[in-house]
């Protein structure tokens, strides 16, 4: 290696399978950047669950061997490309995506993926806006249409999609009720936006629902867990009504003839098919959030670097999330 080349620890995977792939290097290069690359100082890295699947080898997209996970890092512009005129050194920012990784002491990105971080916001909650707000918008505002005055249901609210989702939901003039597996989850869930919160784990809490709702039932579904909930979903939805599918661990049954007297649908939503102009257009709406004060990320557990792989386990396995599960670099 040459010498002078400043190195870095980060977690790389040489290959796919479970949270023991996750191997903690000490001496990796740091990148340089080229042309439009930012490189950041990571403060902290958001933890997703879809850095989970990728890991595994099970997901639709997989990386070349080796590689470090992570798409949303929040840190301290340390250098530029030559072709980089928005940010500079010592620039406080959030990723959307990197091109290096995210699990690590400094992390690559493109300029475009790159956004300033307001001063009332801290790093930590930096790195807890990527993933869940750009997806949160997205599911809400480009695949639901929802419109003011709408009734909206989070269908586990609590993390970090959920809990974004709840903000906006919020800010955007639509009623919100949201479910949450434990009482700390519900007061987080209903300090975020819900109006109303209802407990994931009472056997008859879609009855309850339903009698909040009404004979009209709910416009929009937000769903973490479709292959556990889709079928009750269809059963509470409003005449045209959407549930709009951001995470699903599985298969389900569901009966089709639930979506035809009511004309409803079922809609998948994957940030990553969002276009270049989509993006901006989405981080236009969050900044603005940022800035009057409806965009608050909530932090949840918090792991060191070296403890990634419990976290790994943790984000799928332990129910009862009550915010963003987060990396610590510093």
Known sequence: MATGQKLMRAIRVFEFGGPEVLKLQSDMAVPIPTDHQVLIKVHACGINPVETYIRSGTYSRKPLLPYTPGSDVAGIVEAVGDNVSTFKKGDRVFTTS???????????????????????????????????????????????RVKAGESVLVHGASGGVGLAACQIARAYGLKVLGTAGTEEGQNIVLQNGAHEVFNHREPNYIDKIKKSVGEKGIDVIIEMLANVNL???????????????????GPIEINPRDTMAKESSIIGVALYSSTKEEFRQFAAALQAGMEIGWLKPVIGSQYLLEKVAQAHKNIIHNSGTSGKMILLLE
């Open 98 to 144: 990197t091109i290096s990784g995210g699990y690590a002491e400094y992390a690559l990105a493109a300029d475009h993926t790159v956004y300033t971080l307001p001063g009332k916001l801290d790093l930590k909650q930096g790195a807890a806006i990527g993933i869940p707000y750009f997806t949160a918008y997205r599911a809400l505002l480009h695949s639901a």
């Open 231 to 249: 079928s009750n979903d269809l059963s509470l939805l409003s005449y045209g009504g959407r549930v709009i599918v951001v995470g699903s661990r």
